[in-house]
C-alpha cells in the first residue's frame, strides 16, 4: 500500500499505473473519507475492490465543510489506526494531503449545488454541502476515478454529488453503499465517540424511528407525510433526551417535500432525522420504494432491527 499526501505524486502514481497496465484495463475506484475509519468505511472499500482494480481511499478532514462552530478542530483523528485499517482490507493508494496541499491559498473557485441543499443537514450546516462538493470534484480532479463509492448514511450528500457530477459532466459513476449498524441498530458514524454512556443508549432513538416509519408506511399505503413525522418526533421526544433537528420526510432524489404518498411521482420517498446530544449531532436514513407494497418496502435491515 502506498501512502502519498502530495497531489502531483498521486497523479504520478496513478499514470504509471495506467501506463503499464494500460488505461482501459485499470479501473480506479475512489472512496473519499475524512479518517477515523471504522467498518462502514471498511464496506466502502470492500464494494470498491469488488467493481474496480486500484482503490484510492483519501484520508482528508475538509475545513471547507465545517461551520465556524463547529468541530473542525475536534473532529477525531487516528492516522495510525487509519493506515491498518485501510492495509488490512487492501486499499492500493492511501491519498492523505495537508490542508496546505489541498488549499494552498484562499479559494477562489467553489461548487455549489443548488435545490437540493436547501432542506435537511443543508438548513441546519449553512454552507456544509458547498465544502462538500467543492473537495469532492477537486478529488474527482486529482484521482479521476471510474467509480466512486459513498454511504447511504449520507443520503443528501449523494443526491448533491449525483446533481454535481451530472451537471457538469464528470465522468464518474457513483456507487451507494448500505448504512452499517452496530448490532443495537445504531448507523455507524466517527461522531459516535462523542456520545456518553446514556447518550449511546438513547441515540437508538435514530434506528427506532426508521423502524417505526416502516411500519406506519406499511400500515398506511397513503399516507400523509405530516402524520409520520409527528409520530417519529412523538417517540424521540419520549424516548430521549435528544433534541430534533430536523425530522424530514421528502421524495428522493429530489428531496421535495409532498403532503401524501399518492400524490408522489418520484420512485422513493427518504424518511431523514437529525438528533443533538450534548456532543453529537447524529444522523440516519432510509429511503422507501413509493410502490409501498409489502414485500418491498421494508429492507432486511429494519426487519433485523425489529428482531
Ligand atoms: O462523507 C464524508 O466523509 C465527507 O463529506 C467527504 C465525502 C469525504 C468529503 O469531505
Redesign the pocket.
Known amino acids: 500500500m502506498e501512502v502519498i499526501t502530495r497531489i502531483s505524486q498521486l497523479r504520478d502514481c496513478l499514470a504509471s499505473h495506467r501506463l503499464n497496465q494500460g488505461p482501459d484495463r485499470v479501473k480506479v475506484g475512489l472512496v473519499?473519507?475524512?479518517g477515523f475509519l471504522h467498518a462502514g468505511h471498511a464496506s466502502l472499500i470492500k464494494a470498491a475492490k469488488a467493481q474496480t482494480d486500484i482503490v484510492v481511499l483519501?484520508i482528508?478532514v475538509?475545513p471547507l465543510?465545517f461551520g465556524p462552530n463547529e468541530d473542525f478542530d475536534k473532529y477525531p483523528r487516528d492516522a495510525e489506526r487509519d493506515l491498518h485499517l485501510a492495509e488490512a482490507e487492501g486499499v492500493d493508494i492511501v491519498f492523505a494531503p495537508s490542508v496546505e496541499e489541498m488549499y494552498p491559498g484562499p479559494m477562489k473557485t467553489t461548487v455549489s449545488v443548488s435545490g437540493l441543499t436547501a432542506r435537511l443537514c443543508g438548513a441546519t450546516r449553512p454552507g456544509h454541502f458547498d465544502?462538500?462538493a467543492t473537495?469532492?470534484s477537486k478529488l474527482f480532479h486529482i484521482v479521476q476515478p471510474d467509480k466512486a463509492f459513498?454511504?447511504q448514511k449520507?443520503a443528501q450528500?449523494i443526491a448533491v454529488i449525483q446533481q454535481m457530477v451530472s451537471d457538469l459532466n464528470f465522468p464518474v459513476d457513483i456507487v451507494p453503499c448500505p448504512t452499517l449498524r452496530e448490532a443495537d441498530g445504531l448507523a455507524m458514524s466517527s461522531r459516535n465517540v462523542y456520545l456518553s454512556e446514556a447518550e449511546r443508549r438513547q441515540a437508538l432513538v435514530l434506528s427506532q424511528s426508521l423502524a417505526i416509519a416502516a411500519d406506519f408506511i406499511r400500515d398506511h399505503p397513503q399516507f400523509s407525510a405530516e402524520e409520520l413525522m409527528s409520530e417519529i418526533s412523538n417517540h424521540i421526544r419520549t424516548a430521549s433526551l435528544g433534541e430534533i433537528d430536523y425530522i424530514e420526510v421528502l421524495a428522493y432524489p429530489s428531496l421535495e417535500p409532498f403532503k401524501r404518498s399518492d400524490e408522489l411521482e418520484s420512485d422513493q420517498v427518504i424518511v431523514a432525522l437529525a438528533v443533538k446530544f450534548s456532543k453529537a449531532r447524529l444522523i440516519d436514513n432510509q429511503l422507501f420504494s413509493n410502490k409501498f407494497s409489502k414485500s418491498d418496502l421494508i429492507d432486511n435491515q429494519l426487519i433485523s432491527l425489529r428482531k
Open positions: 473519499a473519507t475524512m483519501s482528508f475538509n465543510q465544502g462538500v473537495v469532492v459513498f454511504g449520507d450528500q
